[in-house]
């Protein structure tokens, strides 16, 4: 059984920096595309950014490039996020997901591509 759970959300002033980590168990890690997305109040859920299960290839949304960084751990199962320089409109539910095993540098973008997702968790961009 997949189970992927994100932390590190909380509330944090503009300008200011946070850092969510998704852990994954019941699968072989490695092998999985990641993603990160976002989902504010009212609007659709967007993906923030990907990486491919080697870790070499990345994206990022437009409205978070520069600012955020993805990166993972496959020795420790885990992905992150490091988020700096918030914006109050980057107040969300952040989750993860996963991929279905694929090729090892490939980025997954489409949100109906990921089959696993996490519970979600909370960040708050104060101005």
């Known amino acids: 059984q997949v189970q992927l759970v994100e932390s590190g959300g909380g509330l944090v002033q503009a300008g200011g920096s946070r850092r969510l980590s998704c852990a994954a168990s019941g699968h072989t890690f490695s092998t999985n595309a990641m993603g990160w997305f976002r989902q504010a109040p009212g609007k659709e859920r967007e993906c923030v950014a990907s990486?491919?299960?080697?870790?070499?290839?990345?994206y990022y949304g437009d409205s978070v490039k520069v600012r955020f960084t993805i990166s993972r751990d496959n020795a420790k199962n885990t992905v992150y996020l490091q988020m700096n320089s918030l914006k109050p409109e980057d107040t969300a539910v952040y989750y993860c997901?996963?991929?279905?095993?694929?090729?090892?540098?490939?980025?997954?973008?489409?949100?109906?591509?990921?089959?696993?997702w996490g519970q979600g968790t909370q960040v708050t961009v104060s101005s």
């Open positions: 997901a996963t991929s279905p095993p694929g090729p090892p540098n490939r980025v997954v973008r489409a949100i109906g591509e990921y089959v696993y």
């Open positions: 990486i491919s299960s080697s870790g070499a290839n990345t």
